[in-house]
């Protein structure tokens, strides 16, 4: 989304803040 949220290494997933999306932090690359 907009705001960049990307997951922490220790979470496997997680839910964005701002357009309240999980993301995978496996899949997911900064």
């Known amino acids: 989304?907009?705001?960049g949220f990307y997951a922490?290494?220790?979470q496997k997933r997680l839910?964005?803040?701002d357009?309240?999306?999980i993301t995978c932090a496996?899949?997911?690359k900064p």
């Open 8 to 10: 922490d290494p220790n």
């Open 19 to 21: 357009c309240r999306s």
């Open 15 to 17: 839910t964005c803040p």
């Open 26 to 28: 496996s899949c997911r």
């Open 1 to 3: 989304c907009s705001s």
